[in-house]
């Protein structure tokens, strides 16, 4: 009977061993899972971050296209824009040029008609010198301040040589007059200084008109 409870004793103490390394398994299988568990829970949540990131950097890149559209867009319009400016100011230059040179055309053609209708009349035109072209003749005139130049001018052969001796105090033919004649005589401009130093006055003989060197006055 001992004998019987002795074997009974050591099967319970081996089912009792057997269940203590079952629930032993058991914990560590559980541990493992719950390990299992947050190991992907944890690569989960990296990978949903890493996701969040990629839809972050996908949202800013497509702001960044959409922003340089935008900017090459406002630019583009910017530079037609300036083109179309450019273009109405260069045609309202050449629409005030137009009407520059139309004026100045009619303006020439109304001169011209006017001209024509004083020569004709046989009414001589008035030439007024620009003020380049007076300063190079008092150049060549040898013009001096302080003195009363007299031109005399008139067709040739009508005494404007005899005129000037005459202011001079000189007959015609001596040494120092003006060179006289029934014709053309006087060919290019002269200046006589009046003999009295008391007279400021210089004299200048022109030649005469109304001759084929100087059809005209």
Known sequence: MQAHLDAVAKVAVK???DAQRMRDAMIESEDR????????EAAAATQQEELKQVVEELRRAREEI?????????????????????AEAARADADRANRAAQ????????????AEKQWRAGIQPVVM?????????KRRIQYQEGVFHFAVAGVAGSGKSS?????????????????????????????????????????F?????GTLKIPDW
């Open 15 to 17: 089912a009792c061993e």
């Open 33 to 40: 899972a719950k390990a299992a568990q947050a190991a992907a």
């Open 66 to 86: 959409e922003e340089a559209r935008r900017a090459e867009a406002e630019r583009n319009w910017a530079m037609a824009e300036e083109s179309i400016r450019r």
């Open 103 to 114: 004026e100045k055309a009619q303006k020439a053609a109304a001169t011209k008609e006017e």
């Open 129 to 137: 010198p620009s003020f380049e072209e007076l300063e190079d003749v």
């Open 163 to 203: 005129l000037i001796n005459a202011f001079l105090g000189l007959r015609n033919g001596d040494t120092s007059a003006a060179a006289t004649g029934a014709t053309e005589t006087t060919l290019m401009v002269t200046i006589y200084a009046d003999a009295n130093p008391q007279h400021p006055f210089a004299w």
């Open 205 to 209: 003989d022109i030649p005469g008109a």
